[in-house]
Structures are given as structure tokens and as C-alpha cells.
């Protein structure tokens, strides 16, 4: 079992920035796929940012040169550093984990980019 623990989110105006920060425990490897996704009101969940099990990262292009995803495996944790953010950044942002077959969420935080 895994249990992923997110903080970061809020509401921040138009350009401002978050960090978003996702702590994996349990039985998770730390070189395991692990990143974000987020969902709007009314769509899909998609990702956002993330790091596969052999390091190699994905990053949406809705995202590129704006967001940026680190790992520190020692402590087995992924952030997500969210710049310059606009209105459709707007979403709950989960954190997501793929160990041994099976996939674990987070509960979701809240980001809100509004003016």
C-alpha cells in the first residue's frame, strides 16, 4: 500500500507562482513513475508532469517553460513549481503513483488562479 500526501495548493493571481509538493510512503520505490495530473470543472483529469521509472520526465505542453517537476528520491517526494500561471491552470491537482502494477492518488489540492 502507498499513501501519497500533497500540499501546496491556493489561490493566486494571474502570473503569480505555486509549489506543489507530493510525499509518497509505504511500499513505493523511490524510482517509481510518479507526478501530477490535474482536473477542471467539467473535463477530463490529464497530466500535468511526470517522472517515469527510469528518470526520463513528461511534461504537458500546456505547461512546458512555465512548470517545472523535481525529485528527491531520498526522501521520496515530487514538486511541482508552477510559474507564471493563468485562469486555465485552474484545477485540483492530484498526485499520482504507478508501483507493482497499481496505481495510487493523492486526495487532491486545490489551485486557483484568479485575479
Known amino acids: 500500500q502507498v499513501r501519497l500526501v500533497e500540499s501546496g495548493g491556493g489561490l493566486v493571481q494571474p502570473g503569480g507562482s505555486l509549489r506543489l509538493s507530493c510525499a509518497a510512503s509505504?511500499?513505493?520505490?523511490?524510482?517509481?513513475?510518479m507526478g501530477w495530473y490535474r482536473q477542471a470543472p467539467g473535463r477530463q483529469r490529464e497530466v500535468v508532469a511526470m517522472f517515469h521509472s527510469g528518470g526520463a520526465t513528461i511534461l504537458s505542453n500546456s505547461v512546458k517553460g512555465r512548470f517545472f517537476i523535481s525529485r528527491d528520491s531520498a526522501k521520496n517526494t515530487v514538486d511541482l513549481q508552477m510559474n507564471s500561471l493563468k485562469p486555465e491552470d485552474t484545477a485540483v491537482y492530484y498526485c499520482?503513483?504507478?508501483?507493482?502494477?497499481?496505481?495510487?492518488w493523492g486526495q487532491g489540492t486545490q489551485v486557483t488562479v484568479s485575479s
Open positions: 509505504g511500499s513505493a520505490s523511490s524510482n517509481a513513475q
Open positions: 499520482n503513483i504507478y508501483v507493482e502494477g497499481r496505481t495510487f
